[in-house]
């Protein structure tokens, strides 16, 4: 079984620490930092997921995301994040697709996070070459993606996106709903109550599971309790982790 993964990427950094004062300057808490976490992030997330659960995982992504990060810091004690800082947010490039063959690869991920690498014609070059494509957005779905396999969004996105969709799309949608699991066909596959200590990479997580599954199988809905059951894992954990 062989994936590609399509995608911008940058490195998590989670700074984690103690607050046990407020500064005399500024009513602020001082954050006193412990130990710090780094991980290859976004879509390169996306493939440490697959390739955990067994898959063979190639990624187009862009070369300069080391130099991009997203930094958190987080209270060791409560796990509250106090912050999130983001460089090079606006060095993310522009993806180049034309050399990749697509026949190479059983499935096709993209982990499109709006940030200009992919657009949208882009994406629609993508889902016409192969027919298994999982797509995972931040952008306001339209017939540009009509051509995708299943199309992955949380409810969020899918609030902003409902008017646009046409009844094909509507389809193919599986929309992720946090603790209460994900709809697809108008049917909810819900999740067990698990003690959640962080979200971040939590639908990289289920978009690689249910992609891997799938893949495997052919079997959607297999693969969406799979997806459910992996990403129920990875919220149990700290920072950004796999299956």
């Given at each position: 079984m062989k994936i590609l993964v399509i995608g911008e990427s940058c490195k998590d950094v989670f700074n984690y620490g103690r607050c046990t004062r407020l500064c005399p300057e500024a009513p602020v808490p001082v954050f006193n930092p412990v130990r710090t976490v780094e991980n290859p992030g976004m879509a390169m997330n996306v493939q440490r997921n697959i390739q955990a659960l067994g898959a063979d995982a190639n990624i187009h992504t862009n070369s300069n995301w080391q130099n991009i990060t997203k930094t958190r810091f987080i209270d060791l004690r409560s796990n509250h994040m106090f912050m999130r800082l983001d460089q090079g947010d606006e060095s993310y490039g522009r993806s180049k697709l034309k050399l990749i063959k697509f026949s190479k690869y059983d499935s096709v991920v993209i982990s499109d996070y709006n940030k200009g690498f992919l657009s949208e014609d882009d994406i629609e070059y993508v889902t016409s070459k192969h027919d298994v494509v999982f797509l995972d957005t931040k952008k306001r779905l339209g017939a540009w993606c009509e051509k995708a396999r299943f199309i992955k969004i949380n409810e969020e996105e899918?609030?902003?996106?409902?008017?646009?969709?046409?009844?094909?799309?509507i389809k193919k949608l599986i929309v992720t709903l946090g603790p209460k699991g994900c709809r697809y066909n108008e049917v909810l596959y819900p999740v067990s109550e698990v003690e959640v200590k962080d979200t971040s990479g939590a639908g990289d997580t289920f978009v690689s599971a249910l992609s891997?599954?799938?893949?495997?199988?052919?079997?959607?809905?297999?693969?969406?309790?799979?997806?459910?059951?992996?990403?129920s894992v990875v919220v149990q954990k700290r920072g950004v982790g796999t299956t």
């Open positions: 899918y609030r902003r996106t409902k008017d646009s969709l046409s009844e094909e799309m891997v599954k799938y893949t495997e199988t052919g079997d959607i809905e297999k693969s969406i309790e799979f997806a459910n059951q992996c990403a």
